[in-house]
């Protein structure tokens, strides 16, 4: 079983900044990637950032420049720093983690998610 626990989340001014951290626990062997996607009512779950195990990232393309995903070295901790914030960037954050439990077993989990409200 695998455990993701976000948090950070909350209420900002436009242009202003938020930090989310995601832990991982539980049985884990190897992480492969961990992501943060974010969703509003009526809309589809959406990428936000990701990093995988070699430290690669990808961004979408409205948070370029704005955003910064960031992790420890045993992949067990992924951050999201947040600038300039826009109304526009309100949802919920999720964390996502995927690798494997076991050599043989793959895990693609998520976290219960985070408010992030930006006002103007």
């Known amino acids: 079983q695998v455990h993701l626990e976000e948090s950070g989340g909350g209420l900002v001014q436009a242009g202003g900044s938020l930090e989310l951290s995601c832990e991982v626990s539980?049985?884990?062997?190897?992480?492969?990637?961990m992501g943060w996607y974010r969703q509003v009512p009526g809309k589809q779950r959406e990428l936000v950032a990701s990093?995988?195990?070699?430290?690669?990232?990808d961004y979408a393309d409205n948070v370029k420049g704005r955003f910064t995903i960031s992790r420890d070295y045993g992949m067990k901790l992924v951050y999201l720093q947040m600038k300039s914030l826009r109304p526009e960037d309100t949802a919920v954050y999720y964390c996502?983690?995927?690798?494997?439990?076991?050599?043989?077993?793959?895990?693609?989990?998520w976290g219960h998610g985070t408010q992030v409200t930006v006002s103007s």
């Open positions: 990093v995988n195990s070699g430290g690669s990232t």
């Open positions: 996502n983690a995927r690798g494997y439990s076991d050599p043989f077993s793959v895990f693609d989990d």
């Open positions: 539980g049985s884990i062997f190897r992480i492969v990637a």
